[in-house]
């Protein structure tokens, strides 16, 4: 049954949330070294939503004017019943909800392809940050490569529109990042760069490993002719084109040059705690809302009740010795 429309959210500076990022889980089969620690302790299970629970908040979110909803984690395939999820989120599409994607390291994505395909997924973010299997298996501590790029094939097999997502670390595979561009272009995928981001404690100074896509952009114009595209997405990637292969390539800079002034997202974490910006701690909690035996216009409220404290921009800072700026691993918040 479709929700009657409630009341859009508008936050204090105009923007309008039309964007939700749901973690579903903040396991993950996967120990990147920018996003974990290899000693991770994960939540406890009976402290995370069901995934009834996760439908129905995402179900008044959808009711309140979000238009695009991301399954993030961890990795989201890993939690029992994922797809039961993904199947009923899916038959929202069309009535209220414009788009349904999911983002996803790939390690599952070979058994799963054809089944999100069939739910009404059509786009996937999957994290790729090596081309090399042993520097794979280094960044990611546990990753199979192979597995990986069977999952990617099986995608676009499926019909599956793919965004590489790259985190781009000094020393590890800055020499990488042409390649991949070349790779993901050669397939018809679009190819993300990112800078790290100072989230949670991953047992190591991420100076030692942070680069400026400043810097990345440069090196690239030894390789490719980048023209500038007025391109956009939900997200906050700026794209070009890359002349020499005729695809996108997109940067995200939260650190050198952040992208809060048309920020439309919120995240949802997996205890349903209501996070309005990435990069700070400010969070309601409608886990106890919810649990109460809210109706719809209840939590609708508290939902307002967040968006209205939705920051101007995140504060994260990188800086050798710096604790991280929010003490929350990205696992947890979701990417």
Same mark, same amino acid.
């Given at each position: 049954m479709e929700l009657p429309t409630m009341d859009r959210m508008t936050d204090g500076f105009g923007r309008r949330v039309s964007y939700l990022r749901v973690s579903v889980t903040d396991r993950c089969d996967f120990r990147c070294s920018?996003?974990?620690?290899?000693?991770?302790?994960?939540?406890?299970?009976? =402290?995370?939503?069901?995934?009834? =629970?996760?439908?129905?908040?995402?179900?008044?979110?959808?009711?309140?004017?979000?238009?695009?909803?991301?399954?993030?984690?961890? =990795?989201?395939?890993?939690?029992?019943?994922?797809?039961?999820?993904?199947?009923?989120?899916?038959?929202?599409?069309?009535?209220?909800?414009?788009?349904?994607?999911?983002?996803?390291?790939?390690? $599952?994505?070979? $058994?799963?392809?054809?089944?999100?395909?069939?739910?009404?997924?059509?786009?996937?973010?999957?994290?790729?940050?090596?081309?090399?299997?042993?520097?794979?298996?280094?960044?990611?501590?546990?990753? =199979?490569?192979?597995?990986?790029?069977?999952?990617?094939?099986?995608?676009?097999?499926?019909?599956?529109?793919?965004?590489?997502?790259?985190?781009?670390?000094?020393?590890?595979n800055e020499h990488e990042i042409p390649d991949i561009i070349r790779f993901g272009h050669l397939y018809g995928m679009d190819v993300t760069v990112i800078e790290t981001m100072p989230m949670g404690d991953v047992g190591e100074d991420r100076t030692n490993v942070y680069l400026p896509l400043s810097e990345v952009r440069r090196t690239l114009a030894d390789h490719f002719t980048m023209r500038p595209l007025d391109y956009r997405t939900s997200g906050p990637a700026r794209y070009v084109e890359v002349a020499e292969t005729g695809g996108r390539l997109g940067f995200i800079t939260p650190m050198s040059h952040n992208f809060c002034e048309s920020c439309n997202r919120v995240r949802l974490t997996c205890t349903g705690t209501l996070y309005m910006c990435l990069g700070q701690d400010d969070a309601v909690d409608l886990r106890e809302v919810l649990r109460s035996g809210a109706d719809d216009v209840e939590l609708g409220r508290a939902i307002d009740g967040g968006i209205a404290r939705k920051p101007r921009g995140h504060d994260f800072v990188i800086g050798r010795g710096e604790k991280p700026a929010v003490r929350r691993h990205m696992s947890v918040t979701g990417g």
């Open positions: 920018y996003c974990m620690s290899e000693s991770m302790s994960f939540l406890p299970r009976d =402290e995370l939503l069901t995934l009834g =629970e996760l439908e129905k908040l995402c179900s008044v979110f959808i009711a309140k004017g979000v238009r695009k909803l991301r399954l993030t984690g961890g =990795e989201p395939l890993v939690r029992k019943g994922m797809m039961d999820l993904v199947r009923s989120l899916g038959r929202k599409i069309g009535s209220g909800l414009d788009e349904l994607t999911l983002t996803t390291n790939g390690s $599952q994505l070979a $058994q799963h392809a054809v089944q999100l395909a069939d739910a009404g997924v059509r786009r996937l973010n999957v994290s790729l940050d090596s081309l090399q299997a042993d520097q794979f298996r280094k960044i990611t501590k546990r990753g =199979e490569l192979a597995r990986v790029l069977e999952g990617i094939q099986a995608a676009l097999a499926a019909g599956l529109k793919i965004k590489l997502n790259v985190v781009a670390m000094r020393g590890v």
